[in-house]
């Protein structure tokens, strides 16, 4: 069994909801099935005895560690050819765990949300990035990103020719142990990649997976989850206004440092409310500091709106 900790919550080309981590805690395939430790179980929450089993967290889809189909060096260490990644999604989750777009700092075990760090988008890693790091292991560690490149590790048997490379960064100063790998590294609010390999009983150093080369081996596309908070009205909702006046309101991106690039709000118009008659629907762009407005629109009367800040599959939910 390997112990891996999870990275980010993701889509699916077709929107369905995936879990992010290392290729490596697929086993080369033949893992299958993923199932979640309670946090409060984990090293970093607490240690405390496991329940009699696990809940699912799903299937393993997609994986690779090292060249397509797990494949090893065709070089050497100094020059490996066959680079990939280290990289892996789990499907079909079960409909009781909701992922969130945020990454854990081990706070509280028991209550990780208030703490953690919300993801508005991806970047890629630059030397001397400010980073941190989550896993079940080491919990929260934070540092600097002193190079990026082509990494090479061991693979998955014991045969000396067993290595796998994949492009990424290295920290000397993030801490890391077993089972955090698979694990988010973020850079404030942006996410930067999973956390693949470390090594602390000599000279410390912790290497990971970038996320923005890692998406693109994936044979569909797949699309990071992002944090949005429901859009609000700059003007009362009670509102009586004359057609085309612009009807104004703002997406908070607090906790957050800003709103998620490219969203939008999405506006569904009632002049029937309570049904069908009439819907129409409109989508507005949000700005940089999170401001939108769109045009009241021609119908007279009673109108019932609803709206919902929408980034690719990421939603708010609806307001």
């Not at 995936?18 to 993923?34: I, M, N, W, Y």
Request: one cysteine or more.
């Amino acid at each position: 069994m390997t112990i891996c900790s999870t990275g980010f919550g993701a889509f699916s080309a077709a929107g369905l909801p995936v879990v992010l981590t290392a290729g490596h805690c697929a086993e080369d395939g033949t893992a299958q099935v993923a199932e979640i430790e309670p946090p409060t179980s984990a090293t970093a929450g607490g240690s405390a005895p496991l329940p009699g089993s696990l809940a699912p967290l799903g299937t393993f889809g997609f994986s690779q560690f090292g060249g397509p189909l797990n494949s090893w060096i065709t070089g050497t260490e100094e020059a490996p050819g066959n680079e990939g990644t280290d990289f892996a999604a789990i499907e079909a989750r079960d409909g009781g765990i909701s992922v969130q777009a945020a990454a854990s700092t081990w706070a509280s075990a028991a209550n990780p949300g208030p703490s953690a760090v919300k993801i508005i988008g991806m970047v890629a890693p630059f030397e001397g990035q400010e980073v941190c790091r989550s896993g079940r292991t080491a919990g929260w560690s934070c540092g600097q990103v002193e190079e990026t490149g082509i990494y090479v590790v061991g693979g998955r048997t014991t045969a000396a020719a067993d290595l796998r490379a994949f492009r990424g960064f290295l920290s000397r100063n993030v801490q890391s142990r077993g089972g955090d790998s698979g694990g988010p590294w973020i850079s404030g609010n942006f996410a930067v990649g999973t956390h693949s390999a470390g090594e602390t009983s000599g000279e410390n150093f912790a290497i990971a997976t970038t996320l923005e080369d890692a998406l693109t081996k994936f044979p569909t596309p797949v699309q990071l989850q992002l944090f949005l908070n429901k859009p609000e009205l700059a003007t009362p909702e009670d509102l009586t206004v004359v057609a085309g006046q612009p009807v104004a309101g703002r997406v908070p991106s607090a906790p957050a440092s800003a709103v998620a690039a490219n969203s939008q709000v999405r506006i569904t118009i009632e002049e029937q409310p309570g049904t069908q008659a009439g819907t129409q629907t409109v989508d507005v762009p949000v700005d940089a500091e999170g401001n939108w407005v769109f045009p009241a629109p021609e119908s007279s009367g009673t109108l019932r709106f609803s709206a919902e800040t929408v980034n690719g599959f990421s939603r708010s939910g609806a307001v």
